[in-house]
């Protein structure tokens, strides 16, 4: 027999319960067990020391909360914490640039060649020079933003290309029957283009999609509803500002910043982008 039992005993006092400890992540749906709010999670903030977590109802409005006790999941009382901590970079190992090549040491940038890498936009050159910038410079390969392509075999005509004059061009969305196929095809027609000029593609509607879903820490890319702006549905289902170029921006920095190395995107971004290299730098 236990004795230690023994002795005045709150009978009418419930045995505490320790709540599961579940770390907060987008798309989750709770409830704040005080106010009735039920929501999606959206977006999630340090501020003023505190983590805060955003909830859209099925209305579309929002509303913000403190992590901790007072939610319900699917039901079940929680205590909500902080988003678990992101993996730890992988490091780039000694001697190797961010492209995963051989980093040349000692070695100046080369004078620009008359040969260029031409990409869709801002965004793709800054996502090429992230990463491949070094081995570019080494090259001496510039990077040039076209800001689209519907006038692209004009551009290239316009450059007049030759031998010691080459072009890689990456395009957005380049797959069988779509518009951006046929002005490739097009474009291929201008004279000097055969032989000197290359024009690869992704098949993605844009850039961003080729950062690997997993380093932003989601499963997939939300989808877009058509006729809405790809960039500003992206940034919306993020729970990001969207409203101007200055959000999209913002946006794309913050999206750009999770990029390490190229680990952290798509085979089919990596293969085109060193193809492209690859036919620049050949003898």
């Not at 983590?51 to 901790?68: C, M, N, P, W």
């Not at 940038?109 to 080494?138: F, M, P, T, Y």
């Amino acid at each position: 027999m236990a004795f230690d039992n023994w002795g005045p005993q709150d009978l009418t006092a419930p045995a505490k319960r320790q709540l599961p400890e579940v770390p907060v992540q987008r798309g989750m749906v709770l409830e704040d067990v005080q106010s009735g709010w039920v929501g999606e999670v959206t977006r999630v903030e340090k501020t003023g020391g505190m983590h805060i977590v955003a909830l859209e109802d099925r209305r579309g409005k929002t509303k913000s909360f403190q992590l901790g006790y007072g939610f319900l999941l699917e039901g079940q009382a929680i205590r909500l914490m902080p988003p678990a901590p992101r993996p730890p970079a992988a490091a780039i190992p000694a001697g190797r640039t961010a492209s995963g090549s051989v980093k040349v040491q000692g070695q100046r940038a080369q004078v620009a060649k008359a040969s260029r890498i031409w990409v869709e936009g801002k965004h793709d050159a800054e996502l090429v020079e992230k990463v491949w910038g070094d081995d570019l410079r080494v090259e001496g390969i510039v990077v040039e933003p076209l800001h689209g392509v519907d006038d692209l075999k004009s551009a290239i005509a316009a450059f007049r290309p030759g031998p010691d004059r080459r072009l890689g061009i990456l395009v957005d969305h380049l797959v069988q029957g779509s518009k951006e196929s046929r002005i490739a095809a097009e474009a291929m027609t201008v004279p000097g283009a055969a032989g000197n000029v290359l024009i690869v593609g992704h098949p993605y509607v844009d850039v961003w999609q080729a950062i690997r879903p997993k380093v932003l820490g989601i499963e997939q890319w939300p989808a877009v509803a058509r006729g809405t702006d790809w960039k500003t549905g992206i940034l919306t289902a993020f729970g990001w500002p969207h409203e101007s170029a200055e959000d999209i921006g913002l946006g794309w920095q913050r999206l750009l910043g999770a990029v390490r190395s190229y680990a952290d995107l798509e085979p089919s971004l990596l293969g085109r982008v060193e193809e492209v290299i690859d036919f620049l730098t050949a003898p």
